[in-house]
């Protein structure tokens, strides 16, 4: 699978264990960032995750920070993105199930690393169940579409 992984300054380490792991499972990982425990702003690392994945160029995506939520909201900001904030293995094995969620979101600084690990591994071997499931995803994408033709802009006038 192609996986595009980024993170900010606290999702580093565990962002560098994720690469191993996932090029020694046999994924292709493009790795977007950031490269140390430097404090940075996430949203330039896990919107551009999500771009990669709206673009077709990763079939999922990993974000990560302190607590996963900015991380989260930045990458749901992309057309496309469906990023879950998954801190626990239901909600990692419900976001593909239901909501065939296409970026994973972790708190590096809410789970451990083995509980981390599991979260990927659960996230990225659930299938997307379909059915009445699909009329919904199909609806998050028409809110998408009607914002879009509305012409909202997310540049502040003022």
Do not use: W
């Amino acid at each position: 699978m192609r996986i595009a992984i980024g993170s900010d300054h606290a999702g580093y380490r565990l962002k560098e264990h994720f690469v191993t792991v996932l090029q020694d499972g046999g994924h292709d990982v493009n790795d977007l960032g950031t490269d140390s425990e430097v404090a940075v702003d996430y949203p330039i690392y896990c919107s551009a995750v999500g771009r990669e994945v709206a673009a077709g160029r990763a079939e999922r995506g990993i974000v990560l920070g302190g607590s996963g939520q900015g991380e989260q909201l930045s990458a749901n900001k992309v057309k496309g993105v469906r990023a879950a904030l998954c801190n626990d293995l239901y909600t990692a094995r419900l976001a593909r199930q239901h909501n065939d969620a296409n970026v994973l979101s972790i708190g590096a600084r809410v789970v451990g690393v083995d509980l981390a690990e599991e979260i990927l591994m659960t996230f990225l071997g659930t299938e997307f169940e379909g059915g009445r499931h699909q009329r919904r995803v199909d609806q998050l994408a028409a809110i998408e579409r009607a914002e879009n033709d509305l012409g909202f802009s997310t540049e502040h006038h003022g």
